[in-house]
């Protein structure tokens, strides 16, 4: 893709999730083990997996269209860009033909978008009418992980701060002269690691985000030993609130676009009907 169709894509749109954009290996890897957490954790019936399975494979036929059509709309945009900046380039003004076109083919693209997105969103819908009440709190609190813990909440790490917490107190435990030596690669790795929890799609300002983790390293290292105890769940949560989906992405809708109605559910669900069908075919 060229610099012209990669402008025109991130200015428009910047969601790889709607664009369907093709992951490496190992990010398709992660979103499908991410998946498998979650479609273990939710402990979905035969009819519940069956309905998710046509809502994500429709989701996909929509993205794929929708990748179609832009990518018709972007040659066509494409041309008009190539004319503007030579307008530009020439210290000309920009012909009202030229804005025309321009203005149309960018009403056409949000037009396409607004239409593929109010559609996955009635499939969310549909999806979320099925789910019982306790799998829509579960799916609310997920924070998607490549390993889950072990404990009660199976689904991703719901509920459970434990390893932020225990981050922190490592971090109470450096020496104030080393821990100024390596604060900023420190808080860099921090910021990686947080980065592995996001959700599919999810984006983030990581300038804010290293100044978020800085300021609870410092207010972690400042308390002493008794307000340290007090204080250190609330740390913890104020340090992964940013890639929290359930507030990154406000509803549960949403919540289902990005991990139920993805492309790397699909072959996820097929193989647990599959277990269904055998199962049911023994007795």
């Not at 009202?96 to 396409?112: C, D, G, L, M, V």
């Amino acid at each position: 893709m060229d610099f012209w169709h990669c402008w025109f894509f991130l200015f428009f749109f910047g969601s790889p999730f709607l664009l369907g954009e093709d992951p490496n290996q190992t990010q398709k890897l992660r979103q499908e083990i991410i998946g498998l957490n979650l479609i273990n954790g939710l402990e979905l019936s035969q009819d519940q997996m069956e309905i998710i399975l046509q809502s994500a494979e429709k989701s996909k036929r929509l993205r794929e269209e929708f990748q179609k059509s832009i990518r018709m709309l972007g040659d066509d945009m494409e041309t008009e860009l190539e004319k503007i900046k030579t307008y530009l380039e020439g210290n000309q003004s920009i012909p009202p033909s030229t804005a025309q076109r321009f203005h149309r083919i960018s009403n056409e693209i949000k037009r396409t978008k607004k239409e593929t997105e109010k559609k996955i969103g009635r499939l969310a819908r549909v999806v979320r009418e099925n789910l019982e009440q306790h799998q829509l709190f579960q799916l609310q609190e997920f924070i998607p992980c490549i390993i889950p813990p072990e404990g009660e909440f199976r689904i991703g790490q719901t509920g459970d701060n434990n390893r932020f917490v225990r981050n922190l107190e490592r971090i109470r435990e450096i020496p104030n002269r080393i821990y100024e030596m390596r604060k900023a690669e420190i808080i860099y790795r921090t910021l990686q690691g947080l980065k592995l929890h996001m959700p599919s799609g999810a984006e983030i300002q990581e300038d804010e985000l290293e100044e978020r983790i800085q300021n609870v390293f410092q207010k972690a290292r400042r308390f002493n030993d008794i307000d340290f105890e007090i204080h250190k769940e609330r740390l913890a949560e104020e340090l992964i609130s940013p890639i929290k989906p359930s507030q990154a992405e406000n509803n549960i809708a949403k919540m289902i676009e990005i991990f139920l109605l993805c492309p790397e559910i699909i072959p996820i669900l097929q193989e647990k009907l599959k277990s269904f069908v055998v199962l049911s075919g023994t007795w």
